[in-house]
């Protein structure tokens, strides 16, 4: 079981790596390129609070419990890895 959990971590670490590396650091240099292209901080968190109040699609049309902690992990390394 521990096993599974190091893997996990290890698994998550190297798609944040990735994402860093092929997402973050192209978005960097292209607003370098271009400030112009900048998203304002506060236009950011706006958008993450609404995204955040919103009702999600799955808690809409079923009344399962939510996903485990392993889930949401295998989910956010998913979502990171598609980055």
Known sequence: MARD?????LEHDAAVERWLREEVVIGHAEYLGDS?????????????????????????ATTSPPH????????????A???
């Open 36 to 60: 112009s292209k900048a998203v304002q901080a506060e236009e950011v968190l706006g958008r993450i609070k609404a995204r955040r109040k919103a009702p999600k699609a799955c808690e809409i």
């Open 68 to 79: 485990d902690a392993r889930a949401r992990a295998e989910d956010s390394t998913s979502r």
């Open 5 to 9: 959990g190091v893997r996990a971590l």
């Open 81 to 83: 890895a598609k980055r």
